[in-house]
């Protein structure tokens, strides 16, 4: 294992000890190599097994970078289904790559010419000191996730790519790796750990991989940065609806597969040599599309659950959603459940605790679309409808509160709200109408959007709320381009100015402080 770990140490050593001249020869022959293989006549065989080994040298790398910290767990990720097992099966990727035949796939000139940048990249020299974790995402897109993507869609006959993924306030994420022409559709995920995290914390993840249940988490917990990377990892996987991810950096690679139980995580064994890890990850994609049954979204495809029947598009589900509607219907009139949200195949019901729209049907919630600060959000079957969900009683209750307060004037910009529910447990809803998409990025959005952003929190001024956390999330355009404020956790009432608002920060950006002499602003799209 030692020895193993410190592979990238020795190349890096190997790497620095060549003389310009040496260096420029070896570059020169890899080069030569890859050409060759490019340009070798239709009459000569050309396999994926070739076009492996020419991408499999992956250069060395120099760690940067000063943090060994890791996200702490987050109010969303405690509210999934409790991680309940990790397990290590340090053979199931090796067993996948015996049983893959990389030399009889034959490789077409059409496909040489999609591996040709993957093989003319200098795979010998050091990528830049690893300063971010973006760096270290190039990396591995660049040298080991692109060439493997590649090799991975001659296979399997389906194009793949790798994208980042992108935040709404315009940071880049984590890689991903889907289909060209379905980028809702994810095989695996990769993540990076930094890696001086990784160095830090690789022997209490091993540990934990050596335990026979996951420790329980309570709120209050301030666990080990391995056991929150294995929360974040099980509740992303559970809402991307991703069997396969791998979690990388420079001295160490795992790959990590979710049961089907999906409250287990199995992992691999942990790499360290990376030289093999363009085949590993060609193999782990290949698995993913032939992901082996159940319902979820790598299944083979099959007839029921592409008929367009109903509102959704398998009829059997369409039968349960339509009984499901039923009992709402008739247990509204008893006083019972008037929401049910659909978690990965189980319902949970919510009873109305302050239901301000006597007129509104049973709803069912079927749809993540996204996490706020306080709690995760689900959109209705029909679209009109959102339900935020909060563990915390108090802040439901508060958000319920200012978003009652509004209803009093219905020209605000914010959605109309329904009700505040709660199920059995200690879970509470609020549900408001769908008022669109999120505007993403504000200062590079166009200026009458920030400007209808800015008449929108002096409107909410003018009756006493002060929202308090305007970020890209949060606000919000619907198809006509007319611009809506969410998440109101933060929120409070004070009928006057505050002192220090952050809303008057975002006004006075928009708008330059442009002013007149009483302090009003003179901007032609002010109320």
Known sequence: MADSKNSNTRKLAAYDALTPLERKRLKNADYNAAMDWLVRTELLSHNCEEALDLCEMVPPVRLGGKSTKTKDISTTEMMFPALQEVALDPHWLDNVITATNFRNTPVSSDDRMNLTPHLSHNRRAPPPKEEVERTTDHFHQKYILDPASVIAGIMTGQAMVVTFSPHSDGVVGDLKVHAEDDSDRNFITAEDKRGLVWAKHEDDFLALLAQPHFPEIK???????????????????????????????????????????????????VYHNLNGDVRRTACL???????????????????????????????????????????????????????????????????????????????????????????????????????KIFRDEEAARNEAEILQRCLQDPELPVPTFRGLYADRGNRFGIVTTYVGTALGPIYDAEESKQYQLANALRALHRNGIHHHDIRPDNVMVNKQGGVTLIDFDRACQIDGPCENCSDLAVISAIEGDTRDSSGRSISPYSV
């Not at 990892?233 to 795992?254: C, D, E, N, T």
């Not at 082996?292 to 008929?307: E, M, Q, R, T």
């Open 219 to 269: 709120p209050a917990d301030n666990p080990k940065p391995a056991v929150r990377m294995c929360v974040q990892i099980h509740v992303q996987m559970h809402i991307y609806r991703v069997f396969y991810a791998k979690l990388f950096s420079p001295v160490g690679v795992v790959y990590v597969r979710r049961d089907s139980r999906e409250n287990r995580l199995v992992f691999s064994r």
């Open 285 to 387: 994609l290949i698995q993913a599309f032939r992901y082996p049954g159940g319902h979820d979204a790598l299944s083979p495809p099959s007839v029921l659950s592409y008929f367009p029947v109903g509102p959704t598009r398998s009829i059997a589900s369409w039968i349960r959603r339509q009984g499901l509607k039923l009992f709402l219907t008739v247990s509204a009139l008893c006083g019972m459940p008037r929401v049910a949200i659909g978690l990965h195949g189980r319902w949970s019901l919510f009873r109305a605790l302050d239901d301000h729209s006597p007129m509104m049907l049973p709803r069912i919630f079927t749809r993540y679309i996204g996490a706020g600060a306080s709690g995760n959000v689900w959109q209705s079957a029909d679209g009109s409808h959102v339900i």
